[in-house]
């Protein structure tokens, strides 16, 4: 569930952040901008119980009668569990998550993007003649990227760490919702390996960061 959501957030909030930077004072510049600020602002849960009120009790499928999208739970009560399925109890989930991280990404990025866009370096190759998009995509996205590299890399742990409120809200097993029902019933081998498990990714997780700043960032390298 967290991972699905973390990937599609890297993939969408990438791209929004760069448009967003090279097309700024723009109408979709404010849109993204208002709706980065916005997401900042709104708790997780809070924006959970609005989608399950929304989704799941106001609107109904027009095909079947019931609820326009499942409310908890990765499989139906009593059906195959198939992962058609499984896509499908997942869908609320993932969207709550992936609006609450995209609005801090992109405006992460967006504000890495425009730093990049006025230096030095990429005002001599836009001089140069080379064309624009080089200058984005080899000069200035590969330099804007770094930053958001360090903050991806200390936030992956996250994805197996799992996010309890969504978790706890759709009635979602994971490793958030296992690490809390584990704190509550005093369960000090489960804490232990949830604990073991984070530290190992946080090492390696900077380690791969590590290297990947050598592949984006050709000031860097590794003898």
């Not at 869908?91 to 992109?106: D, N």
């Amino acid at each position: 569930l967290v991972g699905t959501a973390f990937v599609l957030t890297i993939l969408i909030a990438i791209p929004l952040g760069a448009i967003s930077a090279l097309r700024q004072y723009s109408m979709f510049d404010y849109v993204v901008t208002t709706f980065s600020f916005a997401g900042q602002s709104v708790p997780v849960y809070w924006l959970g119980l609005v989608a399950i009120l929304v989704f799941y009790v106001w609107l109904d499928n027009p095909f079947t009668g019931g609820p326009l999208l499942p409310a908890g739970g990765m499989y139906t009560v009593g059906g195959p569990k198939t992962l058609a399925d499984l896509a499908w109890h997942m869908i609320l989930p993932v969207s709550v998550l992936c609006a609450t991280w995209i609005a801090w990404y992109s405006r992460f990025f967006r504000a890495s993007m425009l730093e990049t866009l006025n230096a030095d370096f990429v005002r001599t190759a836009t001089a140069k003649g080379l064309p624009r998009r080089s200058v984005i995509y080899n000069h200035a996205g590969r330099n804007a990227v770094v930053p958001l590299v360090t903050m991806i890399a200390l936030d992956l742990p996250a994805v197996f760490a799992g996010a309890l409120f969504i978790e706890t809200i759709f009635s979602w097993p994971g490793m958030g919702r296992l690490f809390w029902e584990a704190a509550r019933g005093r369960d000090y081998p489960v804490l232990m390996a949830i604990i073991m498990i984070n530290a190992v990714l946080i090492i390696i997780a900077n380690l791969a960061a590590d290297m990947l700043y050598a592949r984006l960032d050709p000031r860097v390298r590794y003898e």
